[in-house]
């Protein structure tokens, strides 16, 4: 190695300082995101471990060497408790305390008995073995963004298997006892070595991930109706585009009826409530593979791939039936609000989502014509 122990320590704690910082900010300017603060705590706790190490080194008392050992453990365990929150949504806070002090135990015990080379050999096989769980954490995860995190996990990997290697190396050439500084062989350098490089890496990446999901969310909102949660128009004209949608797909378009005079009389928030609630009854008649869609306003879609004409035109009647059997509660007033529904169904191939639509929107106008509250027969929507 060209470097001295010390001078890769020395840069391998800069490296984690700059990235701490860094996380840091992030979280300031994105509180929301719980997980960068877990991150960077994290991150600084392990870089006072190497502090504690450099000055253990340069001289001081064993109890620095225990302070750099308890802190490093922790300081991983941390960045577990960051995935976790990452991953879930939650800080597992207890299991956290509760992994920090079954790491930690070992070495106290090893440290009041006088093994202070013992202590080495823990914590060399601790971060070993929470770093390997960390990147087997991160390998599950990588459908969200497949070569990002897998770097990340394969970043976990390396460092904890440069970890694995200082534990051997502790127990082929360390007493039990250590001499007065850290252990200083090739192990431990190629550890440092890759602990710079995972650090650089791993910060980055987590970095990039997380913009990654914040431009999912930013598109997701994007294509969602804000207020019931379906799939917006522009969502629907992205799936379908210009190409003609497969044949067998069945298109139901719903339309709440005398709407703005329900609005009038009972107000906005009110008509709020009854598209919330029909947003509710289009999904719960909807299978997992149908695309529900506010399409603006009172007007509702239902995409029906792989659907008889008969079988569409029974899912909306269904939601036309429980639309006009649901009552709306305001004050001590039961209000009913019906909806009328138009069906077109694509029977050949060729034909495109928007002449779908039209047909369908034909058929929802002889649903109005001819009394409102209906479903207008298939055979006056055929595509």
Same mark, same amino acid.
């Given at each position: 190695? +060209?470097?001295?122990?010390?001078?890769?320590?020395?840069?391998?704690?800069?490296?984690?300082?700059?990235?701490? #910082?860094?996380?840091?900010? !992030?979280?300031?300017?994105?509180? !929301?995101?719980?997980?960068?603060?877990?991150?960077?705590?994290? /991150?600084?706790?392990?870089?006072?471990?190497?502090?504690?190490?450099?000055?253990?080194?340069?001289?001081?008392?064993?109890?620095?060497?225990?302070?750099?050992?308890?802190?490093?453990?922790?300081?991983?365990?941390? !960045?577990?408790?960051?995935?976790?929150?990452?991953?879930?949504?939650?800080?597992?806070?207890?299991? +956290?305390?509760?992994?920090?002090?079954?790491?930690?135990?070992?070495?106290?015990?090893?440290?009041?008995?006088?093994?202070?080379?013992?202590?080495? *050999?823990?914590?060399?096989?601790?971060?070993?073995?929470?770093?390997?769980?960390?990147?087997?954490?991160? *390998?599950?995860?990588?459908?969200?963004?497949?070569?990002?995190?897998?770097? /990340?996990?394969?970043?976990?990997?390396?460092?904890?298997?440069?970890?694995?290697?200082?534990?051997?190396?502790?127990?082929?050439?360390?007493?039990?006892?250590?001499?007065?500084?850290?252990?200083?062989?090739?192990?431990?350098? #190629?550890?440092? +070595?890759?602990?710079?490089?995972? /650090?650089?890496?791993?910060?980055?990446?987590?970095?990039?991930?997380?913009?990654?999901?914040?431009?999912?969310?930013?598109?997701?909102?994007?294509?969602?109706?804000?207020?019931?949660?379906?799939?917006?128009?522009?969502?629907?004209?992205?799936?379908?585009?210009?190409?003609?949608?497969?044949?067998?797909?069945?298109?139901?378009?719903?339309?709440?009826?005398?709407?703005?005079?329900?609005?009038?009389?009972?107000?906005?928030?009110?008509?709020?409530?009854?598209?919330?609630?029909?947003?509710?009854?289009?999904?719960?008649?909807?299978?997992?593979?149908?695309?529900? +869609?506010?399409?603006?306003?009172?007007?509702?879609?239902?995409?029906?791939?792989?659907?008889?004409?008969?079988?569409?035109?029974?899912?909306?009647?269904?939601?036309?039936?429980?639309?006009?059997?649901?009552?709306? #509660? /305001?004050?001590?007033?039961? #209000?009913?609000?019906?909806?009328?529904?138009?069906?077109?169904?694509?029977?050949?191939?060729?034909?495109?989502?928007?002449?779908?639509?039209?047909?369908?929107?034909?058929?929802?106008?002889?649903?109005?014509?001819?009394?409102?509250?209906?479903?207008?027969?298939?055979?006056?929507?055929?595509?």
């Amino acid at each position: 190695m +060209v470097f001295d122990y010390i001078s890769v320590l020395i840069a391998v704690g800069a490296a984690g300082a700059a990235l701490c #910082v860094t996380l840091a900010m !992030s979280w300031i300017r994105q509180r !929301s995101s719980g997980f960068l603060a877990s991150w960077a705590v994290s /991150i600084g706790i392990v870089v006072a471990a190497i502090a504690s190490f450099a000055v253990y080194d340069s001289g001081a008392s064993d109890a620095w060497m225990l302070a750099g050992c308890l802190l490093m453990t922790t300081g991983f365990i941390m !960045s577990y408790g960051g995935l976790v929150q990452f991953r879930d949504g939650g800080f597992p806070v207890r299991l +956290v305390w509760l992994s920090a002090i079954g790491a930690t135990a070992p070495m106290l015990a090893a440290f009041v008995l006088g093994y202070t080379g013992v202590v080495i *050999w823990l914590v060399n096989l601790i971060a070993s073995g929470v770093l390997g769980f960390i990147g087997w954490q991160y *390998w599950r995860m990588r459908t969200e963004s497949i070569a990002t995190i897998s770097l /990340i996990a394969a970043l976990h990997f390396a460092v904890a298997v440069s970890f694995f290697l200082c534990f051997v190396m502790a127990v082929i050439e360390a007493p039990l006892y250590l001499p007065g500084g850290m252990p200083d062989n090739w192990a431990e350098k #190629v550890n440092l +070595v890759c602990a710079i490089i995972a /650090i650089t890496g791993i910060g980055g990446l987590l970095i990039t991930v997380h913009q990654e999901r914040i431009a999912g969310l930013h598109r997701a909102e994007a294509l969602t109706d804000p207020l019931t949660g379906l799939n917006n128009r522009r969502a629907l004209f992205e799936r379908f585009g210009d190409d003609a949608v497969p044949e067998g797909t069945a298109l139901a378009i719903f339309d709440l009826d005398d709407f703005k005079a329900l609005n009038d009389r009972y107000g906005h928030n009110f008509g709020d409530t009854v598209l919330e609630r029909f947003a509710e009854l289009i999904l719960a008649n909807a299978r997992t593979n149908d695309v529900a +869609v506010r399409l603006g306003g009172e007007e509702f879609a239902l995409i029906l791939p792989g659907t008889s004409p008969a079988d569409a035109l029974s899912v909306a009647e269904r939601i036309r039936s429980a639309m006009a059997r649901t009552s709306h #509660v /305001i004050g001590n007033e039961d #209000v009913f609000c019906t909806v009328s529904a138009g069906v077109a169904a694509a029977q050949k191939p060729g034909i495109s989502l928007d002449t779908l639509m039209r047909k369908a929107d034909n058929a929802l106008y002889h649903s109005k014509r001819n009394g409102r509250n209906k479903v207008t027969p298939l055979k006056a929507s055929a595509a």
